[in-house]
């Protein structure tokens, strides 16, 4: 048997979704559902690329919706995240214990949980990464996308919440 350290960043991911869904779960209540994710998308020549292919289902879904007449010059905006370290762990407070229906834990807890999701995180992840928040990317009430650049490989980690 594999440990952890050796698996297969598929494995890995497999893994760190696994604890996004139960915190998503732990989250969610009466309607309210929430949804954390991390998958890898299609790396293509450029990051404009790479996040405008990636989203392109959203706009088809908006297209058929008739959430949006025009189809011309649809493009999803973002934007690059400085200090992703800082973003990143402001967004796990957010997403894992400010949500309206988040359990109550004490500090020891959160900090707990913070630790699992960031070690597993970093275990994907080995180097300094590039990171973009996207925009208008998502059809979720309230959403964080963020798409991670690592050595030419793309992921995007989202956080959601729908009724």
Not at 100 to 112: A, C, L, T, V
Request: aromatic letters at 16%; glycine letters at 2%; proline letters at 1%.
């Amino acid at each position: 048997m594999q440990s952890f350290f050796n698996n297969s960043i598929d494995e890995k991911l497999s893994n760190l979704n696994s604890f996004l869904e139960n915190m998503s779960n732990n989250n969610s209540g009466a309607n309210c559902y929430c949804f954390y994710s991390i998958q890898r998308i299609q790396a293509k020549n450029s990051i404009d690329e790479t996040i405008q292919n990636e989203f392109q289902s959203f706009f088809e879904w908006m297209i058929e919706n008739k959430k949006i007449k025009n189809q011309s010059n649809l493009r999803v905006t973002y934007e690059k995240i400085d200090d992703f370290s800082q973003t990143l762990s402001q967004e796990i407070n957010h997403w894992f214990f400010q949500m309206e229906f988040s359990p109550k834990y004490d500090e020891h807890e959160r900090g707990s949980l913070k630790h699992h999701f960031l070690n597993s995180f970093n275990k994907i992840f080995t180097s300094e990464v590039n990171a973009w928040r996207v925009l208008d990317g998502s059809y979720d009430i309230e959403y964080t996308d963020l798409v991670i650049e690592d050595h030419r490989n793309y992921y995007l980690l989202h956080f959601g919440w729908c009724d």
